[in-house]
Each structure stands twice: as structure tokens, then as C-alpha cells.
């Protein structure tokens, strides 16, 4: 045993992030039978923050792929078997399984007590299409018994999937019957059906080998009048004609309604704009400028030959004044630590570019942006956009961030009242920049005009303070020679 152990390596999620608890599958770029060395990327994972592509640290053969793409798998579960010597030839790898499968159908022998190692094994043992179910599994075999009774009505199916049982098969002794029927889900899903006020024993599963999931339990606990109203619509038209055809809208509606599970970057968006929008007291503050001169410094620092190949924009002109304007109020780059009630100010810029990609809003930032010149300025934002849209952003350049810019101008926006990123004190919204009437120098005149929003946490910054901050940002973008006459 201890040999094999040895031989035949598993592969566990690793927490890839800081915290992190799951990650979801995206791809597998291997199968079973292939051979891989140490440092290779075997699959690419999904992670609450980012796509991340995770290497295996031994070398040997693909046994076995313990989940499908799609999956969503818990940090520490092992995802991938590799046989690290598969030149000793088969394995002696417990053959009694198989001939256990067709014992005794009345009593699966689920164990009453699980071993500790029963719900790595157990739980949840999806595979990719084509490769089975492993023969070791025993949890299994109610589901099989239900399909084998297929002329029986699909109620009574339903019933004996939910009662453990086999309408039609040897009753089964009564003292084992409970641990049999124990329904497979994991601590989160149960205490998730606890919360609901839903048992587990009468919800449907649709997970790998009957497990039951967050869907399933969710799913259990919709209103019944959803499910009933169907059934009960002939009865109702019997007695009150004229209320029957309510029902149909509600059907229709149903039918044009598309549901998507909550996971991934957009799970982890959710959570961290609650938390921040709950626990930090927001604050925005507006003003509109002319940044006619800054379109043109624009427009000069393309052919600028120190820029040469670089991305100039006017995002890049809005970070350098937000840098400048911390410079001069350095006391609005802070975070308020809640545990040890002390507000930590910090000496560099994490500066966070919010970026929209097709997996939802993720917030790279740009580590000691304060210190970068304009053309590294450039370089970093370039490299950060094409990275977040491109999907590859690590864990890492999402983290430690202390305040964001969001573009909403490019979608053709004039302003919003953004929510700070977790754990930052600021967060400036910079909207389109439009051609219209200003007054300047007396006289009406178009000029490119644009509106920026400042949110900050209260209880960090003040009214004034956060003031100061977005007119340094407006009377620079409005007169950018302030670059170098406040620098």
C-alpha cells in the first residue's frame, strides 16, 4: 500500500491566491496516458481573481483526470493522478472493487462513520467523457439500480431516488437502510441547505456521482407555487375561466429567462463590492473640467519620439495627475485597518486600473506607479490592459493595490459614483471627454470637456482632503505644464 502510494501521485489544488478557497476548471491540456515532467502546465484553472495555468510537480504518466472541465473544485482536492513509475507495470491497486459492485443490491454498504479519506475519494469523482467511473466507487449503485427500471412511471423513479430505494427490489433490512440513503454533499453545500431550511434527503442531485450541489439545494428551496402552478392551472380554469390565462405569461417568462451560475471573477467582484460598499463609509465628490490642453499634449506626445511605440492616451495623462495629486496629499493614500483600529498611510502608489474583460471586472495595479516615468507610466498600463483582456493576469498583480482609476468614458459615459476597491482609500472615475460650449477667456467656445468623480472611505479622508485631491487632478488635466511646475 505504502508502495503504491508512492508510486501513484496526487496532484491537489493548490491555493494559487491569497485565501482562496476553490477554483474552477477551465481546460485540461492533457489526458490519460500522457506522459508529463515536473514543471509542466497540465491545466488551466479559474480562480476567484484570475486565470491561472498550474504546473505538476512530478514527473510520470496521466492516470487519471479526476474532473472535468467546468468543474469547480475545492483548494487541497486532488484534480489529476499521475503514475510516477509506469514502467513497473500495472498497478496492484485494490481489484476487489469491481467484484464488489454487483453484491447485494438491498444494502450499498455506505460506511456509517467515513473514513477520513472517504470524501477525497468519494465525494465527488467526476471524469473527463470516455473514461468512466472509477470501480472502486460504491455510492453509486442506487443510481444504477433507478435506471434500470425504466418502464416504472416517473414518479416512482423520483420516489426511489429520493427514498434510496428500488420499487420492485428486496426490501431492504431495516437498521441499514438509513446509512445507505445519507445524501452525498459537501460541508458547504449542507450547511448552505441548513441555512435555507432545506433537507438534503428530499433534494434531487445532479452533481458527479450523485453528489449533491449549491444548484441542486438552491433549486430545492424556489417557491413551490413555481413547480405547482402548471398542475394546478386546470383546476383553476374549471372554476374561474377568465384566470387561466395569467399562467401563461409566468410560463413564457420562465422559458426566456437564462440563469448562470455566480463563480469565478465575478463571484469574487460581488463579494468585494458588498464588503466594500457595507463597511466603508463612500463619499463622491464631481467636478467638470477643460482638458482641451491636455488633448493636445496628447496629441504632441505621439510624435514624441521618446514614446515611440508606446500607447498615449488621455488615461495616461488622468494617472500621472492622480500620482501628482497624492504627491502633494500623500495622507489620502492610507487603509483603515479594522482589526488593530489604525490607519496605515503608505509611502508608494499601487495605482489599479480597472479593467473590463470578458470574464467580468477585475482591478490589476500597477506596483510603485509613483516612481515610473511617463513612458514606463505608459509601458505598465499598456502591458496591464493587454494582460487583463488576454485573461492571464496573476493573483498577485491584483493584489496590495491602494488606489484605482475606472475609464468609464470609454464606454461613453460623463460620470458614476464608483465604489473603492477593497482595502483603498480612493477611487477616481475619469468619463468621456466630449466636444462643448465653455466659456474661456470670455467668450463661448468649443472645448473638450470632461467629468470626474471621486469616492473615498470617510473615515479616512476628509471632506477637505478628498477636495484637494480631485481639483489637483482637474487643474492639471486642465493645465498640464503643472506636471513639471508642481514636480
Not at 249 to 268: D, F, H
Not at 423 to 447: D, N, T, Y
Amino acid at each position: 500500500m505504502t508502495a503504491n502510494a508512492q508510486r501513484f501521485r496526487e496532484f491537489k489544488m493548490p491555493d494559487v491566491g491569497e485565501g482562496l478557497t476553490e477554483a474552477e476548471i477551465l481546460s485540461w491540456h492533457v489526458k490519460p496516458g500522457d506522459a508529463v515532467t515536473d514543471g509542466q502546465v497540465v491545466c488551466e484553472v479559474e480562480t476567484a481573481k484570475a486565470a491561472v495555468e498550474l504546473p505538476i510537480p512530478f514527473t510520470g504518466t496521466v492516470s487519471e483526470l479526476h474532473f472535468g472541465e467546468g468543474t469547480t473544485v475545492d483548494v487541497g482536492t486532488s484534480i489529476i493522478t499521475v503514475d510516477t513509475d509506469p514502467s513497473a507495470g500495472p498497478a496492484q491497486a485494490a481489484p476487489a472493487a469491481p467484484a464488489a459492485e454487483p453484491a447485494a443490491p438491498a444494502a450499498p454498504a455506505a460506511p456509517a462513520e467515513p473514513a477520513e479519506e472517504a470524501p477525497e475519494e468519494g465525494k465527488r469523482q467526476p471524469v473527463l467523457v470516455g473514461y468512466g467511473v472509477s470501480a472502486s466507487s460504491t455510492k453509486r449503485r442506487p443510481r444504477k439500480q433507478a435506471a434500470a427500471v425504466p418502464e416504472q412511471g416517473a414518479a416512482d423513479a423520483l420516489q426511489a431516488e429520493l427514498n434510496g430505494t428500488v420499487p420492485g427490489a428486496p426490501a431492504p433490512d431495516a437498521p441499514t437502510a438509513p446509512a445507505a440513503t445519507r445524501p452525498l454533499a459537501k460541508p458547504p453545500v449542507r450547511k448552505l441547505a441548513k441555512d435555507l431550511g432545506v433537507d438534503l434527503a428530499r433534494v434531487t442531485p445532479t452533481g458527479p456521482e450523485g453528489t449533491i450541489t449549491r444548484d441542486d439545494v438552491h433549486a430545492a428551496a424556489a417557491p413551490p407555487a413555481q413547480a405547482e402552478a402548471p398542475a394546478a392551472a386546470p383546476a383553476q380554469a374549471a372554476a374561474e375561466p377568465a384566470a387561466a390565462p395569467a399562467v401563461e405569461p409566468q410560463s413564457m417568462a420562465a422559458i426566456r429567462e437564462r440563469r448562470v451560475p455566480v463563480k469565478g471573477v465575478r463571484k469574487a467582484t460581488a463579494a468585494a463590492m458588498v464588503s466594500s460598499a457595507f463597511t466603508a463609509p463612500h463619499v463622491t465628490e464631481f467636478v467638470t473640467v477643460d482638458v482641451t490642453r491636455t488633448m493636445r499634449l496628447v496629441e504632441e506626445l505621439k510624435q514624441d519620439p521618446d514614446m515611440a511605440g508606446l500607447r498615449v492616451n488621455p488615461l495616461l495623462i488622468v494617472a500621472k495627475a492622480l500620482l501628482t495629486a497624492i504627491r502633494r496629499h500623500p495622507d489620502v493614500n492610507a487603509t483603515w485597518d479594522e482589526a488593530n483600529q489604525e490607519i496605515v498611510y503608505k509611502d508608494y502608489v499601487n495605482l489599479g486600473i480597472a479593467a473590463a474583460t470578458p470574464r467580468g471586472l477585475i482591478v490589476p495595479n500597477i506596483k510603485d506607479a509613483q516612481a515610473k516615468t511617463l513612458p514606463e507610466l505608459s509601458r505598465a498600463l499598456g502591458e496591464l490592459i493587454a494582460t487583463a483582456r488576454e485573461g492571464k493576469t496573476s493573483p498577485g498583480d491584483m493584489q496590495g493595490g491602494t488606489v484605482t482609476i475606472t475609464n468609464v468614458g470609454v464606454f461613453g459615459v460623463d460620470t458614476g459614483t464608483p465604489i473603492l476597491n477593497r482595502g483603498e482609500s480612493a477611487i477616481l472615475a475619469f468619463g468621456a471627454v466630449k466636444l462643448q460650449p465653455w466659456v474661456h477667456k470670455g467668450k463661448v467656445k468649443p472645448r473638450h470637456v470632461t467629468t470626474l468623480a471621486l469616492s473615498f472611505d470617510h473615515r479616512l479622508v476628509d471632506g477637505e482632503l478628498g477636495s484637494r485631491v480631485l481639483a489637483d487632478v482637474a487643474a492639471v488635466l486642465e493645465r498640464p505644464k503643472r506636471l513639471i511646475t508642481w514636480g
